[in-house]
């Protein structure tokens, strides 16, 4: 159990048999009242963030979690397995526990940080910055410049992003995940 005066950016904690990150908190002392402490809190399975309000001093569960380095392996079914990168144990998880943002990025021997909860991993994240190759486009045109346009791009995992016009099939890009977007060809 913590209290409110030990919260903390990056702190976990758990609420109704939820797992919340503590992404934002203020304690506010008003002038009439009891102190309270605001709060910005992200759902460790969804990403979802939403805010509450604790009275000082009350009581939380506060977890630990861990962070492990995992190898994405293969797909059975709608169980992905990754391997511990330190006992290389087979790990399956969901595919709605991944979550389908992450899906359209995730690719074979991709390594991801896994949170683990004791012993039971409970979700995984991809790296920000991904590097794919495009499979499928329209072709470059001579004269496309870096600063022209852009065109949609079908990459290896089945995500789609907006790609320069000079981009042609086969290359390797990178992608910020978070935010579907190209960023610069991989230096291969």
Known sequence: MASTADFRNGMTIEMDGTLYTIIYFQHVKPGKGGAFVRTKLKNVLTGAVTDKTFRAGEKVDDVRLERRPYQYSYT??????????????????????????????????M?????????????VELPFFVELKVVE????????????????????????????????????????????????????
Do not use: C
Not at 111 to 123: A, H, N, T
Not at 146 to 160: F, R, S
């Open 137 to 188: 486009t329209d072709p470059g045109v001579r004269g496309d410049t870096a600063t022209g346009g852009t065109k949609p791009a079908k990459l290896e995992t089945g995500a789609v992003v907006q790609v320069p016009l000079f981009l042609e099939e086969g290359e390797v890009i990178r992608v910020d995940r978070r935010e579907d977007k190209y960023i610069e060809r991989a230096s291969r």
């Open 111 to 123: 390594e991801v940080e896994g949170l683990l909860r004791g012993d039971e991993m409970i979700s």
């Open 76 to 109: 059975d079914g709608d169980l992905h397995y990754f391997m511990d990168q330190q006992t290389f144990e087979m790990t399956p998880l969901a595919r709605d526990v991944i979550g389908e943002e992450q899906l359209l990025y995730l690719k074979e021997n």
